[in-house]
């Protein structure tokens, strides 16, 4: 296998001088409700956004500390063409066109197909997702109807073989190291919680773990090794 000389990345098969194509493309990519494959999407934008506050303290020039204050925010917002006599909302598996109508949240599933090894292939679950938003015109020189629907979610995770609770951060294919325990770690989290990866927990949503943040011994990490 060639890679880069400066980065190591990719270039050519393992093992060989085929050629490779290593970019995540769109077209692998199949958004789902209740295994149901929607259709027509245009374009789907996912936003996670925490809040970060510095410390400071009398005394001190500069930040002492640094710590989230705020919960993980999902929001997001998907463009659909109408087609097949679909409204976006019904699209996703509702029995409503009107935003005031959604009485419960829904489920979305994200298969990422770039690999051809399914238990390679990863999974994105944005879970109990809420429309806040529907946007559509009906418009004189264009023709095509298109919809736009705005979201918020409660949690999203990722997961290896469409169901699994293997982690996807398994350093892709350069084999990537990191910190914590689990597939590619390097050292072990010792916490009041055991030896974990309170980092992969979460990121798989394993026990229904929506944080990381509320794990016990946070204030003793890095000190089982370096933490790069």
């Not at 789907?44 to 510095?54: A, D, G, W, Y």
């Not at 292939?121 to 020189?141: E, G, H, L, M, R």
Request: aromatic share 6%.
């Amino acid at each position: 296998m060639a890679n880069a000389a400066n980065t190591g990345s990719t270039l050519t098969v393992a093992g060989s001088n085929v050629n490779k194509t290593s970019t995540a493309l769109s077209t692998n990519i199949i958004i789902m409700v209740n295994n149901q494959p929607v259709g027509a999407v245009q374009s789907l934008q996912i936003t996670e956004q925490r809040q970060v506050n510095p410390v400071d303290e009398v005394g001190t020039d500069g930040h002492i500390d640094s710590v989230p204050v705020k919960s993980t925010d999902i929001t997001g917002s998907c463009t659909r063409i109408r087609f097949d006599r679909l409204r976006i909302a019904e699209a996703f598996s509702r029995g409503f066109v009107h935003v005031s109508s959604q009485v419960y949240p829904f489920d979305i599933v994200i298969l990422d197909k770039q690999k051809r090894d399914q238990g390679s292939q990863i999974s994105t679950v944005i879970k109990n997702v809420w429309i806040t938003n529907i946007q559509y015109a009906y418009d004189a020189n264009n023709w095509i109807i298109t919809d736009t629907m705005q979201w918020t979610a409660e949690n999203i995770f990722s997961v290896l073989n469409n169901g699994s609770s293997q982690p996807v951060a398994v350093g892709g294919e350069l084999g990537i190291k990191h910190m914590g325990a689990g597939p590619n770690g390097t050292v072990n989290i010792v916490s009041g919680d055991g030896i974990v990866n309170i980092e992969q927990l979460t990121d798989t949503g394993a026990n229904g773990r929506r944080g990381s943040l509320d794990a016990a011994g946070l204030i003793d990490i890095g000190s089982a090794g370096d933490l790069f």
